[in-house]
Nanobody
């Protein structure tokens, strides 16, 4: 399985951006998929998770602003981000695992390469 994250860029505070994660090599409809981010000098943190049944959960700091969606036919996962804040600046990674992952679990089997999101104040 290969994951390719894209869509990052520079955006002003209050703006919106959509990241995409495209999977190849296997259909991931039964996989747990997630978005993580890592800011400079900080640990990688979970942004949001989407289980195979479609349920989602998000870290508190992005609830109400970020939305994960998946397209089983295209084998993609998007992260729609709105009302962006400078503290959202980070490298964003998509991840996937064939197990039903718990939100605190970081041990995903597959990772994308990361895409930079920079939010200017």
């Amino acid at each position: 399985v290969q994951l390719q994250a894209s869509g990052g860029g520079l955006v002003q505070a209050g703006g919106s951006l959509t990241l995409s994660c495209t999977a190849s090599g296997r259909t991931l409809s039964s996989y747990t998929m997630a978005w993580f981010r890592q800011a400079p000098g900080k640990e990688r943190e979970l942004v949001g998770i989407c289980w195979s049944g479609g349920n989602t959960d998000y870290t508190d700091s992005v609830k109400g602003r970020f939305t994960i969606s998946r397209d089983g036919r295209k084998n993609t996962m998007d992260l729609q981000m709105s009302s962006l804040k400078p503290e959202d600046t980070a490298v964003y990674y998509c991840a996937a695992d064939r197990h039903q992952m718990r939100p605190l679990n970081r041990d995903y089997g597959y990772w994308g390469q990361g895409t930079q999101v920079t939010v200017s104040s």
